[in-house]
């Protein structure tokens, strides 16, 4: 299992009037988190990836509010990947406020295709070599 932390500061442009974020900023809370949690455990950036031709692209995603998060905000958002990646990647997700309360959980499944052909593929082979010691 490889667990990655990472932190988002919500911006004046992510909430309504009442200073609550906005559901449609989860999903980029997610990715910022998923990024760097990739890079983190794999040593790779999807910028890397898309060179060696594979793309990962969100199949699937499911997100529970539990708690809002407000305005001015650092966010903690933990990335959790449970099992070795095949061609899906399951990735879930804590955030948490500044008061360490769990205020929403969520997991985004992607899979690995082939830049060219568009087609499910295996993860890079250097990917997999990083990626395998949280796992063994």
């Not at 594979?54 to 529970?64: A, G, W, Y």
């Not at 061609?87 to 804590?94: P, S, T």
């Amino acid at each position: 299992m490889f667990i990655y932390e990472s932190k988002v500061k919500v911006r004046y442009v992510e909430t309504d009037q009442m200073g609550v974020v906005h559901h449609s900023n989860y999903a980029q809370y997610y990715e910022v988190a998923r990024t760097e949690c990739f890079e983190a455990c794999s040593g790779m950036t999807y910028e890397t990836m898309e060179k060696e031709g594979v793309m990962l692209p969100i199949l699937d995603l499911q997100c529970k509010f539990i708690k809002p998060a407000l305005y001015n905000q650092t966010l903690t958002i933990k990335s959790i990947v449970k099992q070795l990646p095949t061609v899906r990647l399951v990735v879930d997700y804590e955030i948490y406020n500044e008061a360490e309360q769990l205020i929403n959980t969520g997991q985004t499944t992607l899979v690995f295709v082939d830049k060219n052909t568009r087609r499910p593929c295996q993860p890079p082979k250097n990917f997999m070599e990083n990626v395998r010691k949280y796992f063994d």
